[in-house]
């Protein structure tokens, strides 16, 4: 009877069937809302990876952009500019410890995907770690909050080049050792990769500097406050330098040249 009834004045009064369409509207917005936001819900890995496969291409074509424009800069320069010598893999963490003395990482990314030891991971916050070991699906790094692990780093726009590693204490604090006693170090300054590394591209941010200490009444040391937070890091760039088997060849003859 109370269907009938709302079929009747459905039918005949203009006003009661404008509160019945609005009422059905809203019912029916709710379901359809209800049934995206489930749909949504199952698709955000997929979204996820995409938009990771997105950054690490822009990435790439940034680099090489970069790498165009420093070769205009040169004066003596006559052939056209090189290309990227760094090719940028996206990967999730598989696993990663945080609490250790030495903490690692694992991804799901490994020599069929073009992963190979000595890569660097990093991530859109900066830097995470470097591939230590690699299995054909998986590969296995040191984090930057590891003792063994350190990062040439320069400070803001100065020509102080220093090494870069975990203070031992947070998941977002680093420090830059041995600088000379003559600089003046401001607090604020960021500080990114100098890009005198085989494994990491220059120029990448890595944090901001703040309080600077004499240390052995010698040398400086910086504290920096890491951009990225190894407590929430999920999605990472395996970043392969093509040219490290030639740089490295080269200083290897240097090597035995001494």
């Not at 054909?136 to 063994?148: A, Q, R």
């Not at 607090?187 to 944090?207: A, L, M, N």
Request: charged content about 20%; glycine content about 8%.
């Amino acid at each position: 009877m109370e269907v009938a009834a709302l079929a009747l004045l459905h039918g005949t009064s203009t006003l009661q069937n404008i509160w019945i369409n609005r009422a059905s509207h809203r019912a029916m917005a709710f379901l359809w809302g209800s049934g995206e936001t489930v749909r949504s819900h199952f698709q955000l890995e997929r979204l996820n990876r995409e938009l990771q496969a997105d950054n690490a291409r822009l990435q790439e074509r940034l680099n090489a952009y970069e790498a165009q424009e420093s070769a205009r800069t040169e004066q003596e320069r006559t052939g056209p500019p090189p290309s990227s010598s760094y090719r940028y893999i996206p990967a999730t963490v598989v696993k990663m410890s945080r609490n250790r003395t030495r903490n690692y990482i694992i991804l799901d990314k490994g020599s069929e995907d073009g992963v190979r030891p000595q890569c660097g991971i990093v991530s859109d916050r900066g830097i995470v770690g470097i591939v230590e070991a690699v299995d054909k699906h998986y590969s296995y790094g040191l984090t930057l909050m590891n003792p063994d692990m350190n990062v040439g780093a320069r400070i803001g726009g100065t020509d102080i080049v220093a090494p870069l590693s975990w203070d031992g204490l947070s998941s977002t604090g680093a420090v830059v050792r041995n600088i000379p006693p003559h600089y003046a170090i401001a607090s604020g300054d960021t500080v990114v990769t100098s890009g005198y590394s085989s494994i990491f591209p220059p120029e990448i941010p890595i944090g901001i500097t703040g309080r600077t200490r004499l240390v052995d009444g010698s040398t400086l040391q910086v504290d920096v406050a890491l951009f990225q937070d190894f407590a929430t890091v999920r999605y990472v760039t395996v970043v392969d330098n093509l040219e490290r088997a030639e740089i490295l060849a080269v200083e290897a003859a240097g090597e035995d040249r001494r």
